[in-house]
Structures are given as C-alpha cells and as structure tokens.
C-alpha cells in the first residue's frame, strides 16, 4: 500500500530542499479565512482588469474564495485569496467615485444592469470589511533557485495546489513546473505571484494539496536527449535532440501468403 503524501518523506526521497518562505510574497502566519458562502465582495473581473464587479463566495477552501461574478454564468468561478488586492469590501468603488461594472458575457441586456445590481444587493449579505487582509509586500528580491521545492496553483485547474519545483530563474520571473506532470502544466511566473506558497502551506491552511503526478521523465517513447557531444558538428538547421537508439523496424506487410501485422490497439 502506497503511502499518503508528506513533503517531509518526498524531500527526503528527492534529496531537495524548500524555498525559504521569505521568497514568497505570502504571509509567515496565514490569515484567517472569515468568509462565507453566499457573501458578496468588489471582485476585478478576471477577463477585463479595468473593471470592477459585485462577486458571490460560492466556496471556501483554506484561505482562499471561489468567486462568480453576478450576472455571469457559472462557468467562469475563479479563486482569490482573502488578503488579496483584487477583492475589497461592497462599496468600496463608489466611495471612490466609481461605478460597479457588468461582467464581461453579462447575460442580460447591458440596460437591465442598473436594476439588476439593485436587486443582487438589496437584502444580500455583505461580507465585512473586516474578512479582507492586507497584501503583504513583495519579497524585495527575487531569492528563488533551480530545483526549490513549492506548492503552487495549477493555472489549468485553479482549485488545485500542487508540489513543484523551481526549473528556471530569469531576472524577475521563475518557471514552475509540476512535479511528475511532464510539463504540460508548467509556467513562468514573476518571484511574487501570489500563486505559488511555501512548502507546508496547503497543511498549515488545510487546503488540500494533490500528491505529485506518475508521468516520469523516463521511459517516454520515444525518449528524447539533448546531445551535447555533437552540438559543434551540427549545422543550424539539425535538431538539437537525438534519439538513443535506432527505432524498431516497422512491420512489414507481406502479399498473399503473409499474414498482415497483428494491431497494436
Ligand atoms: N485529470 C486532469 C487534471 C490534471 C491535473 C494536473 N495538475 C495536478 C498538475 C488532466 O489530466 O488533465
């Protein structure tokens, strides 16, 4: 029987170490989480940064909210974190002088919003100003390095946090690429992306944490090797990739009297 997944063995097993949680832009002491379903924030609309928007907490999950805009459709929830910049308290925009804006894919005709956010406000619950956090600052360095361990939002599948590793640094930004997912998930991120937690955060915040992806690295068919050795020979054109060893021979399809090659599937 499989063990569950601890950072503690898994470090251990990859003889790797944790990004100090100084290289984060998160809290040392996570905020509490006093949301609750159904309550109702100022939300950026993730798909048009210029406008804001009235949201609904349609879930919660450690320090985090699942948020849908009103008056959008439910295929659009997005997560933000309680101390993030991109929520603040209902009224907050017209204090500021400006105007509460419709979703983009707002469902209903754009001059049914002004009654329409009448009613989504009139007799909801408003979340306190109380459950929004400060953003902590930004780290004021970028103090990441290759091969770091970290947990980090899937951006394909955002309600998931994952064990990562630092591939890459690059000035401002670093790669993240998840571990045993073959890079299909991987991203470049700036070093104070508030999507990326140190090690023991999902634990300390009981949010789930996915145990690492099967795919290895290895035995893919078929594998390719960066060769080095050959790199001065080869001309600009040639792939920088070989395959390591000659490709079995294809079946061959015999006349009449041979017997056609047996279907892989
Ligand atoms: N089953 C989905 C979700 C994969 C999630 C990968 N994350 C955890 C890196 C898929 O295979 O696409």
């Known amino acids: 029987p ?16 944790a990004a100090s949680p100084s290289c984060f832009r998160q809290s040392r002491v996570p905020p509490s989480n006093d949301f609750k379903i159904g309550m109702k924030v100022e939300a950026r609309d993730p798909r048009n940064s210029t406008s804001v928007c009235i949201a609904t907490v349609m879930g919660l999950m450690g320090t985090r909210l ?28 017209e204090r500021s002088g400006d105007m509460l804006q419709p979703p983009l894919g707002f469902r209903m005709n754009a001059s049914s919003w002004p009654m329409f956010l009448l009613r989504t406000l009139s007799g909801a619950e408003i979340a306190p100003a109380s459950a929004f956090k400060k953003e902590p600052a930004k780290p004021p360095q970028n103090h990441f390095r290759p091969g770091m361990k970290l947990e980090a939002v899937d951006r394909k599948n955002p309600y998931l946090i994952c064990p990562a590793t630092i ?16 890079g299909a998930f991987d991203y470049w991120c700036k070093f104070y992306s508030r999507d990326i937690f ?20 290895k035995n893919l068919i078929p594998t390719l090797i960066p060769s080095k050795a050959s790199s001065s020979r080869r001309s600009s054109m040639q792939s920088p990739y070989r395959l390591p060893h000659p490709l079995p021979p294809l079946p061959v399809r015999k006349g009449v009297r041979g017997r056609r090659p047996k279907s892989q599937t």
């Open 66 to 93: 699942r948020l849908r805009l009103d008056g959008s459709d439910n295929t659009n929830d997005f997560w933000r974190l309680v101390d993030s910049s991109e929520i603040q308290p209902v009224g907050t925009c």
């Open 2 to 17: 499989k063990e569950p997944f601890t950072w503690e063995v898994y470090l251990k097993e990859t003889s790797s170490v």
């Open 167 to 182: 591939g890459e640094v690059k000035a401002d930004e670093i790669f993240v690429t998840f571990d045993g997912w073959r």
């Open 198 to 217: 140190p090690v023991g955060w999902c634990s300390l915040t009981r949010h789930g944490l996915q145990p690492p992806g099967n795919s290895s690295t």
